[in-house]
């Protein structure tokens, strides 16, 4: 045991602790863009700022005033260490760097020298600030861009509010540790609490509510917890363009019922031991009916589980995610809404064609492609338009009924078209055309949906706007 120990001391190159400098007078020595960084860091760690240098940047001055700081105009000499807590240097001249750090060490004063690991008694960690929750990692100056690389993937996992989480535990701490005089107890009973829907509200904003389900739970701490559900918007299918908020959930939902355009790239983020239904539709194939769909959303939350809905692009646009929630607000089971990118909006993007575009489109339309019994319904005279863009959902099979009607309205049969298959994935294929050559091309190609349709003037952009995947040979 005392070798092991004795190994893990020699190869741990700093100590990490945490340093209280609220109201501490610290020392920046230093006046251009690096002490400016370092100024707002120290500011807000509520430090009392005092800036020495010959020359200040306006910004940092205004910074320093409006913090109640102090700027010195003045070369650095060894008395201006004085009183101080902390010493940060932040010059580009080696031979004040190294003089400062000498002093410092001969105070034993804790010195940080910008980009000098070296010269440092402290080295200031890349920081995820969840306040109260704080965490900092550090490659010991070894690789600052790996650093750096490692605190965005820990702030995407980590929400926003995990510090308001925080601040609800510390409100009950003495409240529960009355109620639980068994550790253990105590334990289980905060790992159900903060892996649970009260912790859910806290981080989606709803603090009152969470406050008063925590009072209610510890007044009967047996009673069962509701279930819940997530209806998640899970993109047109790159995984990278899903929200935070949507792979937190993702992560910690225990049943998952998903339909057919959730691409595998996604669902491999799902939580790996989480049950997984199946319940997508195609045409003339619905695996499960909507109502069926719905009643199983309740069931499952009624049961206590936590239920994750994944839906391809946005649940609220053409993803009849209102009707599965409706039931769900009917029996007061509690459900949190997080919207995805549409497939409008991601399709087009990955395709180079604007939807809005000051010399093409100055509106845009969202409209269903699908047919029921074999014919649309739609307002055809306020569709043709040149100055507005169509986006028809759904579209592949109905592309020639679209394209004839829009015609016979008046629209002229040169209106550039584009139907994007499999959007935003590495299979992605821009097919282009107009109203009259399209249905003609689709028609002699093997074209697999998902599929989104996009007719006005600003198809004609994806030639000079293509930046991902390639067009189809048309």
Not at 25 to 49: S, T
Request: glycine share 8%; aromatic share 6%; hydrophobic share 45%.
């Amino acid at each position: 045991m005392l070798a092991v120990l004795t190994l893990f001391t020699v190869n741990m190159d700093y100590l990490p602790l945490f340093h209280n400098l609220r109201n501490r007078p610290c020392l920046l020595i230093g006046g251009g863009q690096i002490a400016l960084r370092k100024a707002r860091l120290l500011i807000a760690a509520g430090a009392q700022v005092r800036v020495l240098a010959p020359e200040v940047l306006p910004e940092l001055a205004a910074l320093i005033q409006g913090a109640n700081g102090h700027i010195v105009l003045a070369e650095y000499a060894p008395q201006h260490l004085d009183q101080m807590a902390l010493v940060v240097c932040a010059t580009d001249n080696h031979h004040i760097n190294q003089q400062v750090s000498q002093d410092c060490f001969a105070r034993f004063l804790p010195v940080n020298v910008v980009d000098s690991p070296e010269l440092c008694s402290v080295i200031t960690p890349a920081i995820v600030d969840r306040s109260p929750v704080m965490i900092a990692f550090s490659s010991g100056g070894e690789a600052p861009v790996m650093a750096r690389m490692l605190r965005a993937k820990i702030e995407s996992v980590i929400p926003a509010s995990f510090g308001q989480l925080a601040q609800l535990a510390s409100k009950f701490r003495e409240k529960v540790k009355a109620a639980f005089d068994d550790g253990d107890k105590r334990r289980r009973f905060w790992e159900a609490v903060l892996g649970g829907t009260i912790a859910e509200k806290v981080l989606s904003g709803n603090i009152a509510s969470a406050e008063a389900d925590l009072e209610q739970l510890l007044q009967n701490p047996s009673v069962e917890t509701r279930g819940e559900v997530y209806l998640v918007g899970a993109g047109p299918g790159d995984p990278d363009l899903l929200t935070f908020k949507a792979l937190r959930l993702m992560q910690q939902a225990e049943v998952v019922l998903y339909d057919r355009l959730v691409s595998p790239p996604i669902m491999n983020l799902v939580r790996r031991d989480a049950e997984r239904i199946y319940v997508g539709k195609r045409r003339h194939d619905h695996a499960v009916e909507q109502t069926q769909i719905n009643q199983m959303l309740l069931e499952l939350a009624q049961q206590g589980k936590r239920v994750l809905r994944l839906k391809g692009g946005d649940p609220f646009i053409f993803g009849r995610g209102g009707e599965e929630i409706e039931l769900l607000a009917e029996h007061g089971i509690p459900f949190q809404i997080v919207p995805g990118i549409t497939a409008a909006s991601g399709c087009a993007a990955y395709a180079g064609i604007p939807l809005t575009h000051r010399d093409y489109a100055q509106s845009v339309r969202f409209i269903t492609g699908h047919l029921k019994d074999g014919s649309f319904n739609l307002p055809w005279t306020e569709l043709i338009s040149n100055q507005q863009t169509l986006v028809f959902y759904m579209g592949l099979v109905g592309l020639p009924t679209i394209c004839a009607e829009l015609i016979r309205h008046g629209k002229p049969q040169n209106t550039p078209c584009a139907l994007i298959e499999k959007g935003t994935l590495p299979e992605q294929k821009v097919h282009l055309g107009d109203l009259t050559s399209l249905p003609e091309l689709v028609k002699n190609t093997e074209i697999h949906a998902p599929t989104l349709l996009i007719i006005g003037p600003v198809a004609s952009l994806h030639k000079k706007l293509a930046w991902f995947g390639g067009s189809a040979p048309n």
